[in-house]
T-cell receptor
Framework: GAGVSQSPRYKVAKRGQDVALRCDPI?????LFWYQQALGQGPEFLTY????????KSGLPSDRFFAERPEGSVSTLKIQRTQQEDSAVYLC???????????????FGPGTRLTVL | AQKITQTQPGMFVQEKEAVTLDCTYD???????LFWYKQPSSGEMIFLIY??????QNATEGRYSLNFQKARKSANLVISASQLGDSAMYFC??????????????FGKGTHLIIQP
């Protein structure tokens, strides 16, 4: 079966540009997560969706970051007015269950490597 | 204080030897889950193994096993009979059930494992 897919795999943006990163979760997965992974670090949580509802956005670093999942499937992470510190790999993950459960395994996509010049 | 601590930034291991990757965690939540992921140079996070805080037995998945010592808050990953393809970054992660914190996984900084022929 298809796993989590993300596009584009690589994105180069000039400082100040807006970017949009797409995530296509595993079919039937209710929960969707976005993470940011800086070079040489572990991923850090950004935001969480249960179906189309964004239930947690506590990890978004600034109001330049915005995520949506309007139909409860595909999600888009948008970064406005990109800065050099936004350069990172952005990982999307999905899981089958709804709600907070430590037993629910998250499956990750290949990530989008964003470079801001 | 860090919630997940991986004290081995890098490890070199001879092929076919067993290897133990260390992970300690910090939580006051009685209900939580511990996960190990592998991240090869391609970037995708691959789920390896899960251990629940209430599980009585250590988790095993093929060549992977988790040495769970709850009193010591330790969840070390053991890889038996290492293979060249095991060379990658390995991340320990935790998710708490309390819901008071972020809904995503909390990751450690990772261990870079290199298997030598």
């Amino acid at each position: 079966g298809a796993g989590v897919s993300q596009s584009p795999r690589y994105k180069v943006a000039k400082r100040g540009q807006d970017v949009a990163l797409r995530c296509d979760p595993i079919s039937g997965h209710v929960s969707l997560f976005w993470y940011q992974q800086a070079l040489g670090q572990g991923p850090e949580f950004l935001t969480y969706f249960q179906n189309e509802a964004q239930l947690d956005k506590s990890g978004l670093p600034s109001d330049r970051f915005f995520a949506e999942r309007p139909e409860g499937s595909v999600s888009t992470l948008k970064i406005q007015r990109t800065q050099q510190e936004d350069s990172a790999v952005y990982l999307c993950a999905s899981s089958f269950l709804a709600g907070i459960s430590s037993t629910d395994t998250q499956y990750f996509g290949p990530g989008t490597r964003l470079t801001v010049l | 204080a860090q919630k997940i601590t991986q004290t081995q930034p890098g490890m070199f291991v001879q092929e076919k030897e067993a290897v133990t990757l260390d992970c300690t965690y910090d939580t006051s939540d009685p209900s939580y889950g511990l996960f190990w992921y592998k991240q090869p140079s391609s970037g995708e996070m691959i789920f390896l193994i899960y251990q629940g805080s209430y599980d009585q037995q250590n988790a095993t998945e093929g060549r992977y096993s988790l040495n769970f010592q709850k009193a010591r808050k330790s969840a070390n990953l053991v890889i038996s009979a290492s293979q060249l393809g095991d060379s990658a970054m390995y991340f320990c992660a935790m998710r708490e059930d309390s819901g008071g914190g972020a809904d995503g996984l909390t990751f450690g900084k990772g261990t870079h494992l290199i298997i030598q022929p």
